[in-house]
């Protein structure tokens, strides 16, 4: 076993200041040194334990105290669909994020996960030694940690009341002591921001991106779009990598009730289904003769992402013009902004998630700021403001 303590601090709430605290929670020694290593690179957090199994996390959680932790998946003693439930039951507001190999069976752990409290999950490489994998993995993983991390601290400084002035404390001296950056700076407020009006043009379709917190969101929000999917088509792009991406649109089919599948090449675009980018290609439409088809793309990544968002909403313009809703969901990044202003400047209309209601206000923070939306709504508000847009209400 290896443990690495960063300090003790008193349990229950997270710190609002100072380095982000990770418990790192893998049977696999070479996974837990690549993921401290990465860590440690990082100004703004810091390795809180490297533990072996989810026994050791649940009973050492209360002298640990991190803010985050990367949970595996399969471990020995208590795995981490099983540890997940007692760490949440111990520290209410402990990130988790579930780290697992791309198997079906993963894919479907991790799915319960999230139902479970899980923040996030991410795929782990099969072999560490394909570079590409292993920069994707480190990218992706310390951006989650990053930005759940922040959004976790702007929630406890909103929670926390204000301290009253005290006298300074006698400054630590310290040769080793690293600085301490602020997580990144929160976007505007959803409330402040404009938008504007709703384009004059009825939608022939309905696009979908979303990314961090996306599938929950998902699920959610096509419960309530049933009468929208029996008349015209709904096109998602989820940042997923494969095999997720199968599970999802299982998980799409049983919570709208209609037909809802991975895209494939070439296959005509129709009302009644829901068409869902598969995880490693990029989404987009385009036309056999009159009608439209999908055309899936293996090209490089898009704003770090593989399918994109902006593929499909920017393609989407040559098919239907102006006649486009599109709706951008919780996540992280920028990726929906580029291609909704595009779709703006067609004639259709975008909506993007509040700060509130998204697990990460990225993506349609980034729409918001832009300028581009007609509409900011909670997510239980989506489904209904889609509906009447669908149904002829312009406003």
């Given at each position: 076993m290896s443990v690495a303590f960063a300090g003790n601090s008193t349990m229950g709430t997270s710190r609002e200041t100072g380095p982000l605290r990770v418990m790192i929670v893998d049977d696999s020694v070479v996974i837990r040194g690549l993921i401290s290593?990465?860590?440690?690179?990082?100004?703004?957090?810091?390795?809180?334990?490297?533990?072996?199994?989810?026994?050791?996390?649940?009973?050492?959680?209360?002298?640990?105290?991190p803010d985050v932790a990367v949970l595996d998946i399969e471990m020995p003693e208590l795995d981490g669909l099983s540890a997940l439930p007692q760490l949440l039951a111990k520290k209410r507001d402990l990130v988790i994020i579930m780290a697992s190999t791309l198997t079906r069976r993963n894919a479907e752990i991790s799915f319960k996960a999230l139902s479970l409290g899980a923040a996030d999950y991410i795929p782990k490489p099969e072999s560490t030694r394909e570079a590409s994998a292993a920069d994707i993995f480190h990218h992706d993983l310390i951006q989650k940690i990053r930005h759940l991390g922040a959004r976790l601290r702007r929630?406890?400084?909103?929670?926390?009341?204000?301290?009253?002035?005290?006298?300074?404390?006698?400054v630590a001296r310290s040769p080793v002591a690293r600085p301490a950056a602020p997580a990144p700076a929160p976007a505007p407020s959803s409330g402040s921001v404009s938008t504007r009006p709703f384009s004059t043009q009825a939608p022939k379709v309905l696009l979908i991106g979303s990314s961090?917190?996306?599938?929950?969101?998902?699920?959610?929000?096509?419960?309530?779009?049933?009468?929208?999917?029996?008349?015209?088509p709904v096109l998602i792009t989820q940042h997923m990598p494969p095999t997720f991406t199968t599970i999802l649109a299982e998980h799409l089919a049983r919570s709208s009730r209609r037909p809802a599948a991975e895209a494939v090449d070439g296959e005509p675009v129709k009302p009644g289904r829901i068409y869902l980018a598969p995880g490693g290609k990029h989404m987009r439409v385009t036309r056999s003769g009159a009608d439209p088809v999908i055309a899936l793309d293996d090209g490089p990544a898009v704003n770090f992402c593989k399918p994109a968002v902006d593929p499909l909403f920017t393609s989407a313009i040559d098919v239907w013009h102006g006649n486009i809703l599109s709706v951008i969901l919780t996540g992280?990044?920028?990726?929906?902004?580029?291609?909704?202003?595009?779709?703006?400047?067609?004639?259709?209309s975008v909506i993007a998630q509040d700060e509130a209601s998204s697990v990460v206000w990225g993506m349609p923070g980034a729409a918001a700021n832009a300028g581009i939306c007609a509409a900011i709504l909670p997510l239980n508000q989506i489904g209904a403001k889609v509906n009447r847009l669908?149904?002829?209400?312009?406003?």
């Open positions: 290593r990465w860590i440690g690179a990082e100004h703004d957090m810091e390795v809180a334990a490297s533990l072996r199994t989810g026994l050791e996390a649940v009973n050492q959680l209360d002298r640990i105290n929630k406890s400084a909103v929670a926390s009341p204000p301290l009253a002035p005290a006298s300074p404390a006698p961090t917190g996306g599938p929950q969101a998902l699920m959610s929000l096509v419960t309530e779009l049933g009468a929208v999917i029996d008349r015209f992280m990044g920028s990726d929906g902004m580029r291609g909704g202003k595009d779709i703006v400047a067609a004639g259709g669908f149904a002829g209400d312009r406003s």
